[in-house]
């Protein structure tokens, strides 16, 4: 599977962005989804998951409040809502795709990769 992110942008503190990621190359229900963000010198970290039906998802605790992750199979997307922005939130935000079911929290999890979109947060 191909992975295309994208709704990445310059936003005020306070504001919200909506993600998108895109999927293309084998049925999109068939992998659990999740989004990653990595900021310059930091590692790679774990932001939110999806199981292949929508009906699990998990947060990172920092964002549990802030953010949603959702998908649409039909249309072969998944998108990551994220609300009260903080400058703290800046960073390339990745999604990923794994053919493993069950709770994946671990970027090494994930074989499939986009190829992130910006996310800057102003103060």
């Known amino acids: 599977v191909q992975l295309q992110a994208s709704g990445g942008g310059l936003v005020q503190a306070g504001g919200s962005l909506r993600l998108s990621c895109a999927a293309s190359g084998r049925p999109f229900g068939l992998y659990t989804v999740g989004w990653f963000r990595q900021a310059p010198g930091n590692e790679r970290e774990f932001v939110a998951t999806i199981g292949w039906s929508g009906s699990f998802t998990d947060y990172a605790e920092s964002m549990k409040d802030r953010f949603t992750i959702s998908r649409d199979n039909a249309k072969n997307t998944a998108y990551l809502q994220m609300n009260s922005l903080k400058p703290e939130d800046t960073a390339v935000y990745y999604c990923?795709?794994?053919?493993?079911?069950?709770?994946?929290?671990?970027?090494?999890?994930?074989?499939?990769w986009g190829q992130g979109t910006q996310v800057t947060v102003s103060s």
């Open positions: 990923a795709a794994t053919k493993s079911t069950g709770w994946h929290v671990k970027w090494h999890e994930y074989e499939y």
